[in-house]
């Protein structure tokens, strides 16, 4: 069932492992099936050396195992309900990436300083309040998907494709599994790049019209970076 969606999600795991976002089993991807509407995604705490594509889960929206001998990633919860309040969304990652992570401590959105910024994110990468001691201890993984939709408000989930979670760290998205792990390495270094940003004294974030110019070039139906499509 669903083998070429568990082979896009297996290999987008692995990516994650090869782009020095995760050590340990400190991440997960999952992938959306939109025929269906099953979603695929990463077993829990296993190893990134030791999986493999057959190891991927596939699950119902509701997160009822579909196919699958191991126990879903622990943030399934969450991942389900980016999914159920982004409908454009085809791919969720989780990571515990350095930068990203330092930004999400501290309680602070990413802005943006520059151009680099505006290539991938339409605005600041936002960073949701903190969790209530009762939405921590009932329904965590779920809660932690709604404090992300509260903070995301009307953005554009793909023009904006991230946020961080108070005191843990970044979920990321885009169409599908490889869109999402894609900018998973864009936040990261955006992250690192706002973080020295920061250090050297800058507050201000650039100005609107040059981060208009740079997010259109790439993105949207003017869009002309790049080659055209065949």
Request: proline share 6%; charged share 25%.
């Amino acid at each position: 069932m669903l083998n070429k969606l568990k082979l896009d999600v297996f290999r987008a795991n692995l990516d994650l492992v090869t782009e020095g976002l995760v050590i340990h089993t400190w991440g997960n991807v999952s992938g959306r099936d939109r025929e269906s509407g099953l979603i695929v995604i990463k077993p829990s705490g296993l190893s990134y050396k030791e999986m493999k594509p057959e190891d991927m889960v596939v699950i119902d929206p509701e997160g009822r195992v579909v196919e699958g001998k191991l126990k879903p990633s622990t943030d399934t919860p969450t991942h389900l309900f980016l999914y159920k309040s982004f409908p454009s969304v085809g791919g969720v990652v989780h990571t515990h990436s350095t930068y990203a992570v330092v930004w999400a401590q501290a309680g602070r959105d990413i802005p943006p300083f520059g151009t680099t910024h505006a290539d991938h994110f339409y605005g600041e990468v936002p960073c949701t309040r903190k969790l209530t001691p009762e939405e921590v201890k009932k329904d965590y993984e779920l809660n932690t998907g709604k404090v992300i939709v509260e903070r995301m408000g009307k953005m554009d989930p793909l023009a904006v494709p991230s946020a961080l979670v108070n005191c843990h760290g970044p979920f990321i998205w885009g169409i599908d599994a490889a869109e999402a792990v894609h900018n998973a390495v864009a936040l990261e270094e955006i992250a690192r790049m706002a973080f020295y940003t920061v250090l050297l004294g800058k507050k201000e974030p650039v100005d609107d019209y040059l981060l208009d110019k740079h997010y259109k070039r790439k993105h949207g139906k003017n869009a002309y970076y790049g080659q055209k499509k065949k």
